[in-house]
């Protein structure tokens, strides 16, 4: 079973003019190709939601730091779409739990962990 899922056309181009998806949501930068990586998987198929479609610059995608990933996707969504896709696993703990570990969401909070995991890998 394929994972493709494209993005609707109507959701491009509003991810295209929001200012979130201009750079990296963990490093900041935007110096380089900005990939949008689907970070949910539900049923098989990647999910077209923004929440979780996130802005990676190339280099960050390529290490895919999923956990970090997961932290700003949750901390995106809202408890219904939470709620929502909170099946076989409760994603309400999920956000809670790396919260606990993370803080809330920032990008420059993201860019701190980054940079720690990359110097400790």
């Known amino acids: 079973m394929s994972l493709t899922s494209p993005i609707p056309p109507a959701m491009r181009e ?4 929001d200012p979130f998806y201009k ?23 990647r999910v077209n939601e923004k929440f979780c479609i996130l802005p990676l610059a190339k280099s960050v995608h390529d290490k895919l ?3 970090l990933c997961n932290w ?37 909070r993201a860019k701190k962990h980054w940079e720690y995991l990359q110097n400790n890998m």
Do not use: V
């Open 14 to 17: 509003d991810m295209a003019n």
């Open 65 to 67: 730091p999923k956990e």
């Open 72 to 108: 700003i996707m949750w901390s995106r969504a809202s408890e219904e779409e939470i709620s929502r896709y909170s099946k076989a696993e409760n994603y309400h703990l999920t956000k809670q739990r790396l919260n606990a570990k993370y803080g809330d969401y920032s990008q420059g």
């Open 23 to 45: 750079k990296c949501c963990i490093t900041g930068r935007s110096d380089e190709k900005i990939d949008w990586h689907h970070n949910l998987t539900f049923k098989g198929k």
